[in-house]
C-alpha cells in the first residue's frame, strides 16, 4: 500500500482518482454541495460503474442546487443518513474506489471545504483497508 496527502487542489486530485474508477465508486461525506464532483460521478454512472453516496439527511445537503435523485434515476444509489435535528451526525469523508483505492481526510465535497484548510490521503493497493471502510 502506498499512500499520498494532498492539502491543496483536493477537488482536482479526487476528479483524478474518480477518472481511474473501472468499476466501482462508494463516497461517504456529511455534506456535498460541489457540481463538479457530482457529474463525475454521474458521468461514471453512465459509463456502467457502481455508484453508491451516502450524506448527511439535514437542511445543507437537502437544499443544495444538486439533484441526487438524477443519480438515483440513471441507477446509481443514495442514501440519507443521520439528522443533525435529534443529533445523529454521519460526519464521515471518505471515497471507495475499485475496492481498492482509499481516499479519506477532513475534505467534505462541498464548496465551502475548498476554502478550508482541509486534507486527504490516498491510498493505492489498499484493498484490505477499503473493506474495512466499506464494512
Request: glycine residues 6%; negative net charge; hydrophobic residues 35%.
Given at each position: 500500500?502506498?499512500?499520498q ?9 479526487i ?43 439535514d ?77
Amino acid at each position: 500500500m502506498t499512500t499520498q496527502a494532498y492539502f491543496e487542489d483536493i477537488e482536482k486530485h479526487i476528479l483524478t482518482e474518480l477518472d481511474k474508477a473501472e468499476q466501482s465508486i462508494s463516497v461517504a461525506v456529511a455534506w456535498f454541495t460541489n457540481a463538479n464532483l457530482y457529474h463525475k460521478l454521474c458521468e461514471k454512472r453512465g459509463r456502467g460503474l457502481t455508484v453508491e453516496l451516502m450524506l448527511l439527511d439535514d437542511e445543507i445537503n437537502r437544499s443544495s442546487s444538486i439533484d441526487f435523485a438524477r443519480l438515483e434515476a440513471i441507477g446509481g444509489r443514495v442514501y440519507l443518513v443521520g439528522n443533525t435535528e435529534d443529533g445523529t451526525l454521519m460526519h464521515n469523508k471518505f471515497c471507495i474506489i475499485d475496492h481498492n483505492t482509499v481516499i479519506n481526510g477532513s475534505y467534505n465535497w462541498s464548496y465551502k471545504a475548498r476554502n478550508n484548510h482541509e486534507n486527504i490521503t490516498v491510498s493505492y493497493q489498499a484493498g484490505p483497508l477499503a473493506t474495512q471502510f466499506l464494512s
